[in-house]
């Protein structure tokens, strides 16, 4: 089987998006806590912010000329791959603390792995995404690390 | 609602399910609260007739909400969630009627770790969102001497 992962996209591994700071607030932890249709009493009042806050924290904010017709907008820390089709995929979240309002948080995300594998149909491109998420001191708040396979 | 005491738990022991059947509002909130202007969310002709799908989709993280929901909902403030997981097997769309549930399958009576398998169920009873939660109970000593 031919390469589809040259020398130069494997040096990828490693890339890292500039760090994002965002502020919590109360009023965006209960916006988001209310359209999940939470029961929990916290997290609809914006006391505490679900264990998928982060998720909407550290979504991107692009402008609307950024986004595509179908008004999604591109992942620059991803390379061009060769394929392109995405496939079920998965993140594990390992939470340290909850996040409050109030709190400053440094998100920063690194592609930390991409590899290929032969699969039954063909050739399979993986690629894992690790987003760090901290306090300004740098106290760990929350480690996402999302895996997707394209075909 | 009542909380789980570690001596309670076994593998086996099943947490709570939810039904969940989003509208549309819901789902537009949702993707507000992200940012995600992805049509197949709320534009029902540019979903069906140019992407394919029967009707608008329910976003994926949405139902991996629900499962830390169901357990945050079983643990209550007797624990606390160290790890979640999940994969979005299978779409579902506006107008189904989704369970989310799990099942322990691991406890730890010294430590107060407890794993659970988690689960979005369709109508048809498939697994779309396979999931899984690491949470940290008060170990059994403590609730002993608490308790008497």
Same mark, same amino acid.
């Given at each position: 089987?031919?390469?589809?992962?040259?020398?130069?996209?494997?040096?990828?591994?490693?890339?890292?998006?500039?760090?994002?700071?965002?502020?919590?607030?109360?009023?965006?932890?209960?916006?988001?806590?209310?359209?999940?249709?939470?029961?929990?009493?916290?997290?609809?009042?914006?006391?505490?912010?679900?264990?998928?806050?982060?998720?909407?924290?550290? &979504?991107?904010?692009?402008?609307?000329?950024?986004?595509?017709?179908?008004?999604?907008?591109?992942?620059?820390?991803?390379?061009?791959?060769?394929?392109?089709?995405?496939?079920?995929?998965?993140?594990?979240?390992?939470?340290?603390?909850?996040?409050?309002?109030?709190?400053?948080?440094?998100?920063?995300?690194?592609?930390?792995?991409?590899?290929?594998?032969?699969?039954?149909?063909?050739?399979?491109?993986?690629?894992?995404?690790?987003?760090?998420?901290?306090?300004?001191?740098?106290?760990?708040?929350?480690?996402?690390?999302?895996?997707?396979?394209?075909? | 609602?009542?909380?789980?005491?570690?001596?309670?738990?076994?593998?086996?022991?099943?947490?709570?399910?939810?039904?969940?059947?989003?509208?549309?509002?819901?789902?537009?909130?949702?993707?507000?609260?992200? &940012?995600?202007?992805?049509?197949?969310?709320?534009?029902?002709?540019?979903?069906?007739?140019?992407?394919?799908?029967?009707?608008?989709?329910?976003?994926?993280?949405?139902?991996?909400? &629900?499962?830390?929901?169901?357990?945050?909902? &079983?643990?209550?403030?007797?624990?606390?969630?160290?790890?979640?997981?999940?994969?979005?097997?299978?779409?579902?769309?506006?107008?189904?009627?989704?369970?989310?549930?799990?099942?322990?399958?691991?406890?730890?009576?010294?430590?107060?770790?407890?794993?659970?398998?988690?689960?979005?169920?369709?109508?048809?009873?498939?697994?779309?969102?396979?999931?899984?939660?690491?949470?940290?109970?008060?170990?059994?000593?403590?609730?002993?001497?608490?308790?008497?």
């Amino acid at each position: 089987m031919t390469a589809l992962l040259t020398p130069e996209l494997k040096a990828c591994i490693g890339r890292q998006a500039p760090p994002r700071t965002e502020v919590v607030t109360r009023r965006d932890i209960r916006k988001y806590a209310i359209s999940t249709g939470t029961r929990i009493r916290k997290h609809l009042d914006g006391d505490e912010a679900p264990p998928l806050y982060h998720v909407a924290l550290f &979504w991107d904010v692009v402008e609307l000329d950024q986004l595509t017709p179908d008004g999604v907008s591109v992942d620059t820390l991803l390379p061009q791959l060769p394929l392109e089709r995405a496939m079920a995929g998965g993140l594990e979240i390992t939470y340290h603390r909850p996040i409050v309002p109030g709190d400053v948080l440094v998100a920063r995300r690194t592609l930390t792995d991409l590899y290929e594998k032969s699969g039954r149909s063909g050739p399979l491109i993986f690629y894992e995404i690790t987003l760090d998420v901290r306090t300004e001191e740098g106290t760990p708040v929350l480690e996402e690390v999302t895996t997707r396979i394209l075909r | 609602m009542s909380t789980p005491r570690l001596a309670d738990i076994e593998v086996g022991s099943e947490l709570p399910d939810r039904e969940h059947c989003p509208d549309n509002i819901q789902l537009f909130f949702y993707n507000a609260a992200l &940012w995600n202007a992805h049509r197949i969310h709320f534009d029902a002709p540019y979903a069906t007739e140019v992407e394919g799908y029967p009707g608008l989709v329910i976003a994926g993280p949405l139902m991996g909400d &629900w499962l830390s929901q169901c357990v945050q909902e &079983w643990i209550g403030d007797d624990g606390h969630l160290a790890k979640l997981s999940y994969s979005n097997r299978q779409a579902a769309y506006i107008g189904e009627t989704l369970r989310a549930g799990g099942k322990v399958t691991a406890v730890d009576p010294n430590s107060g770790r407890v794993e659970v398998a988690l689960h979005v169920h369709n109508a048809e009873g498939e697994n779309i969102t396979p999931g899984t939660a690491v949470v940290m109970l008060e170990p059994a000593s403590t609730q002993y001497s608490k308790g008497h």
